[in-house]
Each structure stands twice: as structure tokens, then as C-alpha cells.
């Protein structure tokens, strides 16, 4: 809010179409800007405007930084911080995967092809049990659509590679009845 009191466009915008919307707008800008934030080899490629680049970059993560500062301030969580958290839960506290295995003997996960590194090592986490669950996973990666939100085929195939070593089988579904005539 202190932000938007400086900024009257900003303040304008978030009258007229609300704070929530405006904090949304935010959220999804600092997702991305993180994502650039991570593409620092870039820097290192020469390039004439190479000096921008790099302080271009350190502008984005300092924007970074103060969006985390803000969140620590604030109590705010975002989805990829909750994820982070269970992550970090599994890893270091054994009776919650314990719990969460015994809760949930069999998971079903649809639209694998869309599933980010976070969402995957959990999904792994779980299954390194002396009884895992049950999984039974669903997924397309023609259909994957969600890169831009850090889903990553690369990990897919390599989550998928790992179960068939473990015993896992795949199915292929090769004959499609919603889009075909039968």
C-alpha cells in the first residue's frame, strides 16, 4: 500500500479495479520477473549492450529481494512458497511424510506434463518411504502448455525414467476418441 500512495497511476488503477486485483498483477509479474532472474548466463554472453544487460539484471533482483523482504514482513505466501515449505517439511520432519503416506495411500496426479521441479520432488519425496503410496499419474507431454509457470518435461521424463527402474510400468494411450472420428 505504501508503494501504491506514491504511485498515483498505480493508486489510480487499484480504485477503479481493486487492491486484490493489483496485488494479483504484482504476484504474476514478480513470478516471471524471478524466472529472468535465473537466466543470468545470459550475462555472460558478449554482447554490445552487455553493460544494460547486467544492470538490467541486478535491477530485477534487487526487485526480487524486496519482494521477498516484503512477503517476510507481510506473513504472505505465495503457491511456490507453500510448495517450498511442504518440500522442506518432508525432508526434515519424517512423521509428516509418515502422516501424509498413511492419509493418502493413493495419489492421482492428472496433467503431469504440467508439473514444476517443486511439485515434482515432492511427488518423489513421498514415494522414497519404506511404504509408499500408491501412483497412478496421468500425462501428455505434447499437451504441456505451462512452462511459462515452471512446468519442466525435462523432469518429467527423468521422474519417469527413475519409477520404470523401480519397477514402474507405463501405458500408452495412442488411440484418441475426442478429437477423431471412431
Do not use: C
Not at 535465473?38 to 552487455?50: A, F, Q, Y
Request: glycine fraction near 4%; proline fraction near 4%.
Amino acid at each position: 500500500r505504501n508503494y501504491l500512495d506514491h504511485n498515483p497511476i498505480l493508486f489510480e488503477f487499484a480504485v477503479n479495479f481493486g487492491i486484490d486485483y493489483i496485488f494479483g498483477l504484482i504476484k504474476d509479474a514478480i513470478h516471471d520477473i524471478r524466472k529472468i532472474g535465473e537466466m543470468s548466463e545470459i550475462l555472460e554472453v558478449p554482447h554490445p549492450d552487455r553493460k544494460r544487460f547486467q544492470d538490467w539484471f541486478k535491477a530485477v533482483r534487487q526487485i526480487i529481494v524486496d519482494w521477498d523482504v516484503y512477503k517476510k514482513e507481510h506473513a504472505v505466501l505465495e503457491f511456490d512458497d507453500l510448495l517450498a515449505f511442504v518440500l522442506q517439511g518432508l525432508k526434515k520432519i519424517p512423521i509428516l511424510k509418515k502422516i501424509l503416506i498413511a492419509e493418502n495411500r493413493y495419489i492421482f496426479v492428472d496433467e503431469f506434463q504440467d508439473t514444476d521441479p517443486n511439485q515434482g520432488l515432492i511427488l518423489q519425496e513421498l514415494m522414497t518411504s519404506d511404504h509408499p503410496p500408491y501412483l497412478f499419474i496421468v500425462g501428455d507431454t505434447r499437451q504441456s502448455i505451462y512452462g511459462f509457470r515452471g512446468a519442466d518435461l525435462k523432469f518429467v521424463n527423468e521422474f519417469k525414467a527413475y519409477f520404470l527402474k523401480q519397477g514402474a510400468f507405463a501405458l500408452s494411450l495412442e488411440d484418441n476418441f475426442r478429437s477423431t472420428s471412431y
